[in-house]
């Protein structure tokens, strides 16, 4: 069993422990009702935030969702003993156990995204010391789909599924300030097992000696089952305190397969017991489709709480 902390590079000391567990119930009254008591410059929109459609719907309730205070991820600087549940519960992020910070807001548009280089080893990377997020997954998880969604441009990604750079680092600046970073696939079958240990080797290494990433975004099919491989790379991550948050793709895939296929909320949860263990406390993380955009917003506006606080640290 792997005991580690999640975001250690940045917050690890900022995580809540409650000894008793504290529970919110998202409905849609107590979202009217919500106003922040945090100054957060500027708020964002209401929409952002968890609404009536459940994420991880409790069995009694479907027109809730309900999560306990361990379950949720705090940002650092967020005191929970300040804040009364009403407007903690609204500050959640929508699909998500995200609690939005004051950190968080400001740079969140997409104005310009700029393919920059392609590495193959982690001294290559950008000198220029902005901060950056990674994402991985497996082969076929959404990841180019998910990156377009983001800069909100149709083939950016294409340029890292080229031939010759797919087994790259492959750096994407975002508003002339930050970083996207497309990491190769893992778990594509048909590469020669030389190459894919080559990978492994080298992303592995780029995980723990880039001192400017921030994040690394782990994508997950949220349309099938857990798969092995996934687990590993999560318990990875954990063991090695990379900071991580869980991003679940195809979350519009809602129709049970005939084989006993569950729904993307029965994977999420699911997932989230089998790495339980892999953590000291819950990573964040968020439900997402690129093609309806789900979680989008919620992503950037993460990101730049992570990013806002990270540079002023
Ligand atoms: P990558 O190999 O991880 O870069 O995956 P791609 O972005 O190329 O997507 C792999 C396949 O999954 C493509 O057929 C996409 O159209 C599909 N896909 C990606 N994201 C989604 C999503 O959010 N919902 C659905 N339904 N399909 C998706």
């Not at 991580?244 to 519009?252: E, I, P, Y």
Request: glycine letters at 4%.
């Amino acid at each position: 069993m792997f005991l580690t902390q999640q975001i250690p590079r940045i917050h690890s000391h900022f995580f809540a422990s409650p000894k008793t567990p504290k529970f919110f119930l998202i409905t849609s009254a107590l979202l009217s009702n919500s106003k922040s008591p945090i100054p957060l410059p500027p708020p964002p929109p209401l929409s952002h935030f968890s609404t009536l459609t459940p994420t991880v719907p409790p069995p009694q309730d479907p027109e809730s969702l309900q999560l306990s205070l361990e379950s949720l991820f705090l940002p650092p600087d967020t005191d929970v003993s300040s804040l009364k549940e009403a407007p903690l519960s609204a500050r959640i992020l929508k699909g998500s156990n995200i609690v939005l910070s004051k950190f968080a807001g400001h740079g969140v548009d997409v104005v310009n995204a700029d393919f920059v280089k392609s590495s193959v080893k982690t001294e290559e990377c950008p000198s220029d010391g902005a901060p950056e997020f990674a994402l991985v997954g497996r082969s076929n998880v959404g990841k180019s789909s998910l990156l377009n969604s983001l800069v909100r441009r149709k083939r950016l990604a294409l340029t890292s599924k080229k031939p010759g750079k797919t087994q790259c680092i492959n750096h994407f600046r975002i508003n002339d300030s930050w970083y996207l970073v497309d990491l190769p696939g893992y778990g594509f079958a048909a590469a020669p097992h030389e190459v894919r240990t080559d990978w492994a080797k080298f992303t592995k290494d780029y995980f723990l000696n880039r001192p400017t990433l921030v994040s690394v975004f782990l994508l997950i099919d949220a349309s099938i089952p857990a798969k092995k491989i996934d687990l590993e790379y999560a318990s990875w991550l954990g063991q090695n305190e990379i900071p991580m948050t869980l991003v679940f793709t195809k979350c519009d895939k809602r129709k049970k397969k005939k084989n006993g296929g569950k729904r993307p909320e029965e994977n999420v949860r699911d997932f989230q017991e089998l790495i339980r263990d892999f953590f000291k406390s819950t990573p964040p993380w968020i439900m997402t489709s690129s093609v309806t955009n789900q979680g989008r917003d919620e992503i950037l506006l993460h990101m730049s709480q992570l990013r806002n606080y990270w540079l002023k640290h």
